[in-house]
């Protein structure tokens, strides 16, 4: 019997957690990981806080599986432009989605589109160094707001707030650190459409945004008891905010506000953002909210809608339009209409929908390559019939960029910041890192990578 061989798309923390699980429960499977970007880890270098280096040390455990020559990277390849559904379907036994969920919800009212008015994951884009960010400029801005009460509406208000020496600990561009440490930002709000007991936020990352050295924490609301149901996190919630409350900050240089029980209903200006006007909300009995008619004005010239993510359907695969995911029993696609699509595997945002820590990708993908493993082993899956992703990219004339060349984009990233006496400064721009790839590289684009 042939070795079988499986295609990744995506190699997020999803990806890579299900090219472990692989190695891990395979003896001999080859693995394939397609990313459309030359580098790998997706969130985990482009959405998780450059200050939270934590967090950002896992990189080293979803780099293990590289370590593997049954293992190969393909960035720079595109589902549906480089690569088809088909051609993936036709040259491996089986191929798992890990395609993240890389669109945002919008808030559906006025002036929403106004210039200041950004995507949180655009500003997140764009202080993580993605190549496809826009600049974020912040001149002028001295009220900012956030929508949505979960990590990331956390994220986007601390890194406003940090203060400068906070920001160049981090890896964040220059051209991001000199426009982050020299704004003149002094409120920035946070605002939920329910409670603070209903909030998605966790409470370490809440406790952390509430206790920023030199940041007054406003507090808009009386805060309720504990409810009888609450769970940990919740009561945790609402200590944190408890204590914020009683906080005083001497000499303060800017406030945090949060503000529950209010929705956008506007935002205001000629020509960009100059206010939000907000509406009081109240329960509606069945876990959401109604307006209750009553409205106020903030004047602030930026507002950053933290309110979800959502999937993006993925060339010739299954979309469910209502969840934003690839519609799956476990794990294993299933056309829309519930028929199963054999040899077709997801994992994580795009499996599931976009919630949970890079953690929960860990036995979500499990979850998925073990059902992967049962069909491979029951003889369900036919045997690839075309050309594997280094076959079909050569026989095109492209050029990948390998693992070898995510190492020499790293060490140009790491000397990038000796030299500024950072750990590291990203290479933020498409043509600096094709620059590194095209010069820095120490192998063939198509070469499976030794053993480590
Ligand atoms: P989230 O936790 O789902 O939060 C979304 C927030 O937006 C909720 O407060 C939600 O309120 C609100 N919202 C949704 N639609 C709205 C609307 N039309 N108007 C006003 N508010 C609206 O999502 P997230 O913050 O994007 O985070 C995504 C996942 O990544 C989460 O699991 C999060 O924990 C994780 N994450 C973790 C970290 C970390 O560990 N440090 C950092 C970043 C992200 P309702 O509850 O009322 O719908």
């Not at 200041?116 to 002028?140: K, M, N, T």
Request: proline share 7%; glycine share 12%.
């Amino acid at each position: 019997m042939s070795v079988p061989r499986v295609a990744i798309v995506g190699a997020g923390p999803s990806g890579l957690f299900a090219a472990s699980s692989l190695l891990a429960g395979h003896p001999g499977v080859l693995i394939d990981v397609l990313d459309r970007l030359p580098t790998p880890f997706g969130l985990l270098r482009y959405g998780v806080a450059p200050d939270h280096t934590s967090i950002k040390s896992v990189q080293a455990r979803l780099a293990g599986p590289f370590a593997s020559e049954r293992v190969r990277f393909f960035g720079l390849v595109e589902l549906g432009r480089t690569v088809t559904r088909d051609e993936l379907v036709a040259g491996y036994d089986a191929v798992v989605y890990a395609a993240g969920a890389s669109e945002d919800r919008r808030l559906g009212v006025p002036g929403e589109d106004l210039p200041g008015s950004r995507a949180a994951r655009d500003f997140v884009a764009w202080y993580s160094g993605h190549p496809d960010a826009e600049p974020q400029p912040l001149a002028g801005v001295r009220t900012a707001v956030a929508f949505g009460v979960g990590n990331v509406a956390v994220d986007v208000a601390r890194i406003l707030l940090l203060d400068a020496a906070a920001l160049a600990a981090t890896d964040m561009p220059e051209s991001v650190l000199a426009e982050l440490s020299g704004h003149r930002i002094a409120d920035v709000w946070v605002v939920g459409r329910r409670g603070p007991e209903h909030a998605t936020f966790t409470t370490t990352e809440l406790r952390e945004l509430l206790t920023l050295d030199g940041v007054q924490p406003v507090l808009h609301d009386p805060l309720p008891d504990d409810p009888p149901d609450a769970d940990r996190r919740v009561r945790g919630n609402l200590a944190a905010l408890r204590d914020a409350a009683a906080r005083v900050v001497p000499g303060a240089r800017a406030r945090l506000h949060l503000a529950f029980w209010r929705r956008p209903s506007e935002l205001r200006g000629s020509g960009a953002v100059e206010s939000v006007v907000l509406e009081r909300t109240a329960s509606d009995g069945a876990g959401g909210v109604v307006g209750t008619g009553e409205r106020e004005e903030v004047v602030a010239q930026m507002v950053l809608r933290a309110i979800g993510y959502r999937g993006k359907p993925l060339p010739g695969v299954p979309f469910d339009e209502r969840d934003g995911v690839v519609p799956n029993t476990g794990g294993r696609v299933v056309d829309v209409d519930g028929s199963p699509r054999v040899g077709e595997y997801v994992v994580g945002w795009i499996k599931r929908g976009p919630i949970g820590v890079i953690g929960t990708n860990k036995s979500d993908a499990a979850a998925t390559v073990s059902l992967l493993l049962e069909d491979l082993a029951s003889g369900i899956l036919p045997a690839p019939t075309g050309p594997d992703a280094g076959e079909l990219l050569a026989a095109q004339g492209l050029a990948a960029s390998s693992f070898a060349d995510w190492e020499a984009i790293d060490a140009a990233e790491r000397a990038r910041g000796a030299g500024r006496g950072r750990e590291r400064t990203k290479v933020e721009t498409w043509h600096a890192l094709t620059d590194v790839i095209r010069f820095g590289r120490t192998g063939g684009p198509l070469e499976r990578e030794p053993e480590a």
